[in-house]
């Protein structure tokens, strides 16, 4: 049975990760009636995505939750490009012309909850078990067919709808949005692990390897986060999995002593053909995918959360007009499209199989990087720094 009488809201996010709950969380700011539904009975539980760069930080300040991020996170000024117990080049990030000048080590997970608990101070809990369906007959704003668990249809209608709803997106297939790219040859290994480790702990390092790459990054309570390449990587990865990469490919005296939790995954780099239909409009992996070199996703995806907040409570409050809601795929997907290239060339250039490639790789990483000049511009475009930081024009009025 669907509902006969529509309930009327300001903007409907379809989606609960990081990116959902930060625009839900900057528009209740703005007083905006939001509803957010999540197909998932529960909020995730696993890590994923755990860095968190100076740009996020800098836009979650302005909705009020970034203090609370950086008590929980590790702080890591540092990071370093390795081949075994050879340092080919180190990055500083305190440099840097931010309030934070360093990379945060955070679970995703814990990042969500703390975003969840915000929204709830806000006034506004998640829906979870409602699946977004389909969007209905077009009228006023956009009208969208929402399943809730018992099997109930709802048709909700909303001045905006926000589809963060990931990688397959349901929102964006609805709008026949392309999303095209290709697809990595190799797959990832992802696992949270507790070891002991010869080198910093406030640093994150990039190993290169005959057998491909492993990132190692620490975390809160002691452990360290591990992304690593394999061809066939198996779909958990145990503690002698996680120890024979860092064997083959580290500086050696690591003991990997547990997993807390580890899985593979593949990856991709595509990009929506538009970021905006009408009144629909798509963030985060909805919108863009890519390599996890350098950590840019889930920030990318907050990123767009503000901004497109931003945006949507100064139309509501006629501070802006429908011309300026351009504005959001003109920027963003500009940001994206830096993104995506910057990760797809550290992906390619750590996964070169050919010995003298790799030589000559590290040789010319060595020599660019010995420039103070270049090693500050590379450490401003992995923080998010590099490119507008102000997506729409100031408040008029």
Known sequence: MVTSTPPQVDVL???AGAV???????LRRRGVRVRIVDAAPAGATTSRAAVIHARTLEVLDEIGVAARIRDEGVVVPDFTVRERARTLAHIDFRGLRTPYPFTLMLSQARTEEILDAALIDLGCRVERDVEFVSFAAPGPGERALLRHRDGALETVAARFVIGADGLRSRVRQERAIAFDGDEYEASFVLADVSLSWPLPAAEVQLFFGERGLVVIAPLPGGRHRIVATMDDAPAQPTVADVQRILDDRGPGEA???SVAWSSRFRVAHRLAARFRDGNVFLAGDAAHVHSPAGGQGMN??????????ALLADVLVGSRSDEDLADYERTRRAAARRVIALTDRMTRLATLRSPILRSIRNAVIGVLLRSPRRRSALARRIAQLDGPVE???????
């Open 391 to 397: 997506v729409t024009p100031p408040r008029r009025g």
């Open 13 to 15: 996010i379809v989606g």
């Open 20 to 26: 959902g709950l930060t625009a839900a969380v900057a």
């Open 255 to 257: 003991v990997v002593h």
């Open 300 to 309: 990318l995806g907050i990123q767009d959360a503000v901004a497109l907040a």
